[in-house]
């Protein structure tokens, strides 16, 4: 039997939008477990000097409640990726391209696949729009 390929990607995922659905939908495509790291609303103030809108428990219990997504852990650290990737035997890790470049640092330990995003959504455009309506 075939072993099971499993995916790992990262992401805040706050105010959850298509963009993150078509993201996490095509990575579950890469393999048989998708596993999703989920920003931790420290690292996130550490990152944008900003917590998210939602929680990280709130965004957390959105992404594991998604039919492609196995598993969800908090990210903790953006200095953890190998850490992470060695953790959940991850075979592949795959991010939008605004990240391109930037996990190549791990590609010794799995593939590395940046897909493209999808064009005219962002958590701050639908912020803006709501504002605005
Ligand atoms: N994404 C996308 N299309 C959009 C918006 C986002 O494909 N219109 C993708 C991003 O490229 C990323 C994922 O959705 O792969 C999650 O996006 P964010 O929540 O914005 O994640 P970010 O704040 O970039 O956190 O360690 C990495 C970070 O935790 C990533």
Known sequence: ???????ITFGTYDVFHFGHVRLLERARTYG????????????????????????GAE???IVSALR??????FEESLELKRAYVERYRADVLVMGDDW??????CSDLCDVVYL?????IS???????????
């Open 1 to 7: 039997m075939a072993a099971i390929r499993r995916v």
């Open 32 to 55: 048989d477990h998708l596993i999703v790291g989920v920003s931790t609303d420290a690292l996130n103030f550490s990152k944008k000097g900003v917590y998210p809108t939602f929680s």
């Open 59 to 61: 965004r957390i219990a």
């Open 68 to 73: 492609c997504v196995d598993e969800v852990f």
């Open 100 to 105: 391109a470049g930037r996990f190549d640092f």
């Open 116 to 120: 493209p995003r999808t064009e005219g």
């Open 123 to 133: 958590s701050t455009e639908v912020k803006q729009k709501i504002r605005g309506s």
